[in-house]
Structure formats: structure tokens, C-alpha cells
């Protein structure tokens, strides 16, 4: 799975980040920015969004699929700011004044009970100013030297590389210790503490610079590779007999709930394993595929038999409803932490490669991969079964249809090898 969100929960206060991007990558930009977010939220440090380039509409649909968005704003844990209410609040961005106002938040939000003060904002107007690049510039010279290290806060400052120079976007890089790039977390290893120059042994401070990037590369480095790979051996150990209980739970009350649906699940479950491992997908992965199987349709609790089970058409309202189901059982399987991954893939089993499912619209490699495999098994099983509305389709019809969408409904790829290695029509 993805683990942009797992690798976001280890950064700490003191982190002080950048988070380079481009136009096009529209909905990855918001994605990246949500996660940053919703992390910092699970882990009760107040933040400070300040909106600019990045698509806000998308970033709030992200949330309110993920935390009690309302709730955080209404206690003040989380504030959505524009530029004016803080990096210009007299009209024009200082960046004394800015250091001097984060100070006080940091302050505040400890005083408030939260562990840690975060903000990410949006830096690319700056350069509006005829000495935009050289305010940006002193504003991350300060936040090393006087807020990192002394007050409890983490910072990602947001840079829209087609608005800058490659030499300002070099000079930005050097002084941040880690880089948020094409949905990654990437440890710096060209990151350099900045000193005043006056009366300094020039050669000698960088010799000693590089020397101590070294060492916090080393611990950056370890911090975002071994502890994830240290949670994922947990996991992997884990064929948790607490995560089976709560899955066998919730397939039983499946079945009591409706039997098409309990059935259904189990089917997409096997199915999805199975294409899983026909893409050589590790026993961790396809287990974690098998499991979200189960649950994917959990959701459909919170619908009316009488809609489940309609034989006509669908109206337009009452598929507004059905295309609730992913949503709602990602929030309740969200509530367990040892379900948080398959929570994930079961969010996103009815986005589209085209980018027209829901519930976000995602496209492409931007929906989990172990969505984009759960999709394919779900629309089999539910072709090749019988429904309220219609007879089943035979399995070559079924095969016709995945082959004929792949591209556009299913993943390409993924299609191809489900057809040629798992829907085997002599069975």
C-alpha cells in the first residue's frame, strides 16, 4: 500500500520540510497536503493550513473523509488561513514579523494542551515583491535558526517550481532537511545549516556542514525507512489474531445484515488474493487485499434493503446513497488501527482508472493499487452473479466487459494478467 500517510505520521516536531510541486499534479498536490494534515490532527498538534496554489476543494473533501473536519475546526486544532490573516497580516510579509507571530502559536498551542504547533504554507507569492526571492530566503533562514530546535513545531513550505528559477529552487533545497517530492518523503542529503558569513573559515564551515548532513541524513534516513520497515514486520507477523476476529465479526454481520452482500465479499475476497498474487505481490500484500475483500461492502449496512435489493433502475437519488457505502465503512474501519490499511483500500475500490468513480475522483496510480485489483474482482463477481435487477452474465461475458473497459474502468495492466492468469472460463 501506498505509505505516504505512514511515513507522514514520523514527522516530528522540529521537522522542517519542503514540499516542492508542479501544476499538473493537481490531485497528488492535495493529497500530499491532507495527509500532512490529517497526521498531525491524529497526533494532536494544532494546525495551520494557509491556502494558496493547491486545489482547497479537493483538500477539504480529503479531510472530511478522513477526520472530523468540522469538529477540529470548530475546537481550533485545525485553521484554514489565506495568505492576509497571516503571512501579511499589515499588508506586506515580513519575515521577522512572521517568526516572531509562529513563535507565539508554538507557545499557544502547548499552553492549549497539544503536543505540537505544525503549519504548511504556500510561499510562491512572495515573489510578487521585487525582493521576493530575498524575504523567502531570510524567512528559512530564520525558521532554522530560531524556531527549529527551540520550539515545539514542524513546517512544510510550499514552493510551485513553475514559478521559480532553478538556481532560487537550488537555494530553497539547501535549507530544508527533508523534501516532499512526487508523494514521497525524501531525506536531504544537500541540506546545509546556515550561518552568517562575516569573519568565517569559509572552506572549514562547509567541510563541518557536510559532515553533520552526513550524520542527520543517517537518522533522517533511518527514521523514515527502518521504522516503517520495523511496523511492517509487525504487521506481517501480525496475521493478528485480534485483526481476524474483528474481520470475522464483521463478515458475520454481513451475513445477518444481507446474504448477497456477505457472499459477494467473500467471493471479491478470493478473487482479489488471487490476482494479487499473479502480480507477484508479496503474502503481506494479497493478505491485506483478502481481508479489505471481506469488508469492502460493509458500507451497504447503512442502506435500506429496499435500495440493495431494488429490481428496477436505480434513481438518481438513491445511487447518491449506494455511492456512499465506500465512505462510510472506511470510517468505521478507521476507528480500529490495526484496520487503518485496509480501511485505505476500501475507500478507493470504486475509483475509476479514468478517473470518473467516487468517492474522489481519483485517476490512474494515484488510486491504491490494491484498489485498482479489488475493483476488477468486485466487478467480476457482481457480473457473474445473479442480482434483484438482472440474471448473470456468463463468465465470458464478463471477461468481455473487463477487456473492454480496461483503460477506462480497470487498470490496464492489472486487467490483462486477471483475464490471462485468474478467470479461467474452463473452471
Not at 508554538?106 to 503549519?119: C, M, P, R, S, T
Not at 525524501?186 to 567541510?207: A, C, I, R, S, W
Request: aromatic share 10%; proline share 2%.
Amino acid at each position: 500500500m501506498n505509505n505516504l500517510l505512514e511515513k507522514m505520521n514520523l514527522i516530528a516536531a522540529g521537522d522542517h520540510m519542503v514540499f516542492l510541486y508542479e501544476d499538473s499534479d493537481v490531485i497528488s498536490n492535495a493529497k500530499v497536503m491532507s495527509n500532512y494534515i490529517i497526521s498531525r490532527i491524529s497526533k494532536n498538534e494544532k494546525c495551520f493550513f494557509i491556502s494558496g496554489d493547491i486545489d482547497m476543494q479537493i483538500i477539504l473533501e480529503n479531510l472530511r473523509t478522513s477526520i472530523d473536519y468540522e469538529e477540529a475546526v470548530n475546537r481550533g486544532q485545525l485553521s484554514i488561513l489565506n495568505r492576509n490573516d497571516a503571512y501579511s497580516k499589515d499588508g506586506k510579509f515580513e519575515p521577522k514579523k512572521m517568526i516572531a507571530f509562529l513563535k507565539e502559536l508554538a507557545l499557544q498551542a502547548i499552553k492549549e494542551g497539544y503536543n505540537a504547533f505544525a503549519i504548511t504554507g504556500e510561499l510562491s507569492w512572495v515573489l510578487e515583491y521585487d525582493d521576493g526571492f530575498s524575504r523567502i530566503m531570510e524567512y528559512e533562514y530564520l525558521l532554522n535558526d530560531e524556531i527549529f530546535g527551540s520550539y515545539s513545531v514542524s513546517a512544510v513550505c510550499r514552493y510551485n517550481i513553475n514559478k521559480f528559477s532553478s538556481h532560487m529552487i537550488k537555494n530553497i533545497i539547501e535549507v530544508h532537511p527533508i523534501i516532499l517530492w512526487k508523494k514521497e518523503v525524501h531525506e536531504n542529503p544537500f541540506y546545509f545549516e546556515v550561518v552568517k558569513t562575516e569573519n568565517l573559515d569559509v572552506e572549514k564551515f562547509q567541510v563541518k556542514s557536510m559532515l553533520t548532513a552526513i550524520e542527520k541524513y543517517t537518522y533522517v534516513k533511518s527514521r523514515f525507512h527502518d521504522e516503517i520497515k520495523s511496523t511492517e514486520k509487525k504487521y506481517q507477523e501480525l496475521q493478528l489474531n485480534q485483526l481476524k476476529n474483528m474481520i470475522v465479526t464483521l463478515t458475520e454481520f454481513l451475513e445477518i445484515y444481507d446474504q448477497y452482500t456477505k457472499n459477494h465479499s467473500t467471493n471479491v475476497a478470493k478473487i482479489a488474493k488471487k490476482i494479487g498474487k499473479a502480480i507477484n505481490l508479496s503474502d503481506q500484500v494479497t493478505g491485506q487485499i483478502y481481508y479489505a475483500g471481506l469488508v469492502h461492502d460493509i458500507g451497504k449496512a447503512l442502506i435500506s434493503k429496499e435500495i440493495l435489493n431494488k429490481k428496477g433502475k436505480l434513481s438518481k437519488e438513491e445511487f447518491e446513497i449506494i455511492k456512499k457505502h465506500p465512505g462510510d465503512a472506511y470510517k468505521a474501519l478507521k476507528k480500529s488501527k490495526e484496520l487503518n490499511n485496509i480501511a485505505n483500500i476500501v475507500l478507493q475500490h470504486h475509483e475509476r482508472w479514468d478517473g470518473n468513480g467516487y468517492p474522489n475522483g481519483l485517476k490512474g496510480e494515484d488510486i491504491y493499487l490494491e484498489s485498482r485489483i479489488m475493483a476488477i474482482a468486485d466487478s467480476y463477481d457482481a457480473m457473474t452473479s445473479d442480482r434483484p435487477y438482472r440474471k448473470a452474465l456468463s463468465k465470458q461475458e464478463a471477461i468481455d466487459e473487463i477487456r473492454k473497459n480496461a483503460g477506462k474502468q480497470f487498470d490496464p495492466k492489472i486487467a490483462i494478467i486477471a483475464i490471462d492468469k485468474v478467470f479461467d472460463i474452463k473452471e
